[in-house]
């Protein structure tokens, strides 16, 4: 498994954190997905995966879920 860490901006509550979760839970291959919500900051998500996520889709995740990525150790 493959573990990555990224940065969300824009999130405020546990709906929020449904929504990424939702959106990452989504990507081929992602097992496990745990977002620290840091409201009205930059928030943590932590996914495993049993592949190497990119940057790119890990962002385009998070844009569908109505967030921003602000960075990602992807
Ligand atoms: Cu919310």
Known sequence: ???????????????????????LEALDGVDTVSVDLNAGGVSTATVTANRTLTAAELGEAVAEAGYRMVGADA
């Open 1 to 23: 498994m493959e573990t990555t860490t990224l940065n969300i901006s824009g999130m405020t509550c546990g709906h929020c954190v449904a929504s990424v979760t939702e959106e």
